[in-house]
């Protein structure tokens, strides 16, 4: 019979930091994360004024 190990909790961010400045040191690089961005699925990423814009001109015919 196997005994079944239990899985590890993926790294946390912090984990990750730790990680990647531990790979670098000594260098005089910075430490490159890729954050993940952010998703607003009301489009509130968009620039301000952009979905009205994008409003007026459908209800306007303009494209």
């Known amino acids: 019979m196997s005994a ?24 005089s690089d910075p430490v490159a994360v890729d954050p993940s961005p952010a998703v607003s699925p009301s489009g509130k990423n968009q620039p301000p004024g952009e979905s009205q814009k994008h409003r007026d001109a459908h209800r306007h015919g303009k494209h």
């Open 4 to 27: 079944s190990r239990p899985k590890a909790p993926p790294p946390s961010q912090d984990d990750l930091l730790d990680e990647a400045l531990k790979e670098t040191f000594p260098a």
